[in-house]
């Protein structure tokens, strides 16, 4: 009976003619992650090039977060905790308009396919089914400047920039260089995100239980999203971190003559172990939980700003 009425509430909000619909709707939902992804991420670029080192050189980068970035600084100035800035924020302008708003859109095609009732019932599979195919695209986009940042990174002297790095790698190395780290970046990505989602809206539905979103003011409802994007970022970066070490290793310099991608990935995968896969995971779990709890954060009050409230609902 419940169902029925969620499905009853979920036609009369679709139909709402003062709601955005279709191109109008998605294009809310793209930009607000966009926007959310590309500030959480830029603002981050310092956690993540110290976490970087660590990854690809732990010997010397051996004194955690705090003494990482004492060492950097001290190495080659406080400007290069910017490293990588340029491609970091566009990559994941780019990457966040496809994960969020692909979200959205995947999630209302599975509603359209199994009906709304059948989607709630099944609503942990729906979350898996869609984040997973949000990312998969997001990650096409996302993979050169991914590449661009890690490269400029964990070479200082590579480049002075996003466009100057991407137009060497393209040259010395070919277009297909972009694309080394496409299957560990899935492996990275698409997990990472389905852990994201579904940990974000099971907490939130959770602590709806308790309190009433009709009701709820928006410093609350931002402060919910605080807290599950928290959550949702921690399951996230532990899920992911193997695959996010694994990525900054293939990136950091080209392959041998006639070695695949694969082949690249089992001799990486040899040489970590499964300590050295977790290398930096304390930095990880405080950048990934931190950028999390902000996209959340952001990506909800962009979307009321913009009149897309609520999304794409399923929770009971």
Not at 15 to 42: I, K, M
Not at 148 to 170: D, H, Q, W, Y
Request: hydrophobic share 40%; net charge positive; glycine share 12%.
């Amino acid at each position: 009976m419940a169902s029925k009425i969620d499905a009853m509430k979920a036609a009369a909000v679709a139909n709402d003619p003062t709601r955005p619909q279709g191109l109008a709707l998605y294009s809310r939902f793209a930009f607000a992650g966009a926007v959310c992804c590309s500030v959480t991420h830029g603002g981050l670029t310092p956690v993540d090039v110290v976490k970087t080192r660590i990854q690809l050189d732990p010997v010397t980068y051996n004194r955690g977060l705090i003494g990482g970035f004492r060492q950097v600084i001290a190495n080659e100035g406080a400007g290069a905790l910017l490293t990588g800035f340029g491609p970091t924020a566009a990559g994941y302008f780019l990457q966040g308009a496809f994960k969020f708003g692909g979200y959205e859109l995947f999630k209302q095609q599975c509603i359209n396919v199994l009906g709304y009732e059948t989607a709630s019932q099944n609503r942990t599979a729906v979350y898996l089914a869609s984040s997973a195919l949000a990312e998969f695209f997001a990650d096409i986009a996302l993979c050169p400047l991914e590449a661009t940042r890690i490269r400029l990174v964990s070479e200082p002297t590579f480049a002075n920039g996003l466009i100057g790095g991407f137009t060497k790698i393209a040259k010395n190395e070919g277009f297909g260089a972009f694309y080394s780290g496409f299957g560990p970046i899935l492996f990275k990505q698409v997990p990472y995100t389905m852990a994201k989602f579904v940990v974000y809206e099971k907490v939130s539905e959770l602590v709806y239980r308790t309190v009433d979103k009709s009701t709820a003011s928006g410093t609350m409802q931002t402060t919910i999203n605080l807290g599950s994007g928290l959550m949702a970022g921690f399951a996230a970066a532990i899920v992911s971190q193997p695959a996010d070490t694994m990525l900054s290793k293939i990136n950091k310099t080209k392959g041998l003559p006639g070695e695949g991608t694969t082949s690249r990935l089992i001799k990486i995968a040899k040489e970590l172990g499964f300590r050295g896969s977790y290398t930096g995971l304390g930095a990880r779990l405080f950048m990934v939980g931190t950028l999390t709890a902000g996209q959340f954060a952001i990506y909800g009050d962009i979307k009321k700003a913009l009149g897309a409230t609520g999304g794409v609902e399923i929770s009971k």
